[in-house]
C-alpha cells in the first residue's frame, strides 16, 4: 500500500518562506506531485518530482529524496491568496495518467 | 479553451438511493479518474477511464461503476448510497500519454441524508 504525512496546518506571515514538508511510504515509487486546494475549489497542480532535486517554478519549488521517501513544498514571498491546503500525492504506476495517492493535506494559513 | 467541467455542482440524495454524476474533460484530453473527498481529507482514487474501459481501480466497493463515452465524457455511478457516501467527487482528466499532470473539474457534493 500506500502512505503519506504531512503536517496537518502551517501559518505564516505575508512576505515571509514557508516550508511543507511530506513523507511516503510506497510499495513501488514513480513520482511526486503538489497539489493546491482553495476552499470550495478543485486541486490545482503546482509541480511534480520524478528525481532527487529541486525544481522551482516561480515562487514554488519543490524538492524530492527519494532515499528519505521524503519531499517538500517551498512556498516564497507569501501572499494572501496562497491560503490554502496543500496536497502531496504519489503516482501508483509508471504511466503519466497513473492513479495518485494524496497525502491528508496541509493547510496553510497566510497571515498579515 | 474548455476545463474539465462536472455536473451536478450539488446534489441531496436519500440513503438507498442511487446517482450519477458526469465529467467533460479537458479538451484533447483522453483519460478520466474519478476522486472521492471527506471534508477535510485528501482526494482518494476511486477508478480510472481510457478507451472506454476502466483501466485502474482503487479500494471502493462495487456500487461505484463508472462509463466511459467516445466523447471522453464520463459518468460515475452510485447504487445503494449510504450515509457515508457523502462527499465531494472529483473529476480529474489527463492524457494517457502524457505529462504528469491531472486537470480536476470543480466537483460534485453529494449530500446523503
Known amino acids: 500500500g500506500q502512505s503519506l504525512e504531512q503536517p496537518s496546518e502551517v501559518t505564516a506571515v505575508e512576505g515571509a518562506i514557508v516550508q511543507i514538508n511530506c513523507t511516503y511510504q510506497?510499495?513501488?515509487?514513480?513520482?511526486l506531485s503538489w497539489y493546491q486546494q482553495h476552499d470550495g475549489g478543485a486541486p490545482t497542480f503546482l509541480s511534480y518530482n520524478a528525481l532527487d532535486g529541486l525544481e522551482e517554478t516561480g515562487r514554488f519549488s519543490s524538492f524530492l529524496s527519494r532515499s528519505d521517501s521524503y519531499g517538500y513544498l517551498l512556498l516564497q514571498e507569501l501572499q494572501m491568496k496562497d491560503s490554502a491546503s496543500y496536497f502531496c500525492a504519489v503516482r501508483g504506476g509508471a504511466g503519466t495518467a497513473s492513479k495518485l495517492t494524496f497525502g491528508t493535506g496541509t493547510r496553510l494559513q497566510v497571515t498579515l | 479553451d474548455a476545463g474539465v467541467t462536472q455536473s451536478p455542482t450539488h446534489l441531496i440524495k436519500t440513503r438507498g438511493q442511487q446517482v450519477t454524476l458526469r465529467c467533460s474533460p479537458k479538451?484533447?484530453?483522453?483519460?478520466v479518474s474519478w476522486y472521492q473527498q471527506a471534508l477535510g481529507q485528501g482526494p482518494q482514487f476511486i477508478f480510472q477511464y481510457y478507451e472506454e474501459e476502466e483501466r485502474q481501480r482503487g479500494n471502493f466497493p462495487d456500487r461505484f461503476s463508472g462509463h466511459q463515452f467516445p466523447n471522453y465524457s464520463s459518468e460515475l455511478n452510485v447504487n445503494a448510497l449510504l450515509l457515508g457516501d457523502s462527499a465531494l467527487y472529483l473529476c480529474?482528466?489527463?492524457?494517457?500519454?502524457?505529462?504528469?499532470?491531472?486537470?480536476f473539474g470543480p466537483g460534485t457534493r453529494l449530500t446523503v441524508t
Open positions: 510506497t510499495s513501488g515509487f514513480y513520482g
Open positions: 479538451s484533447g484530453h483522453d483519460t
Open positions: 480529474a482528466s489527463s492524457l494517457f500519454r502524457g505529462t504528469y499532470e491531472q486537470y
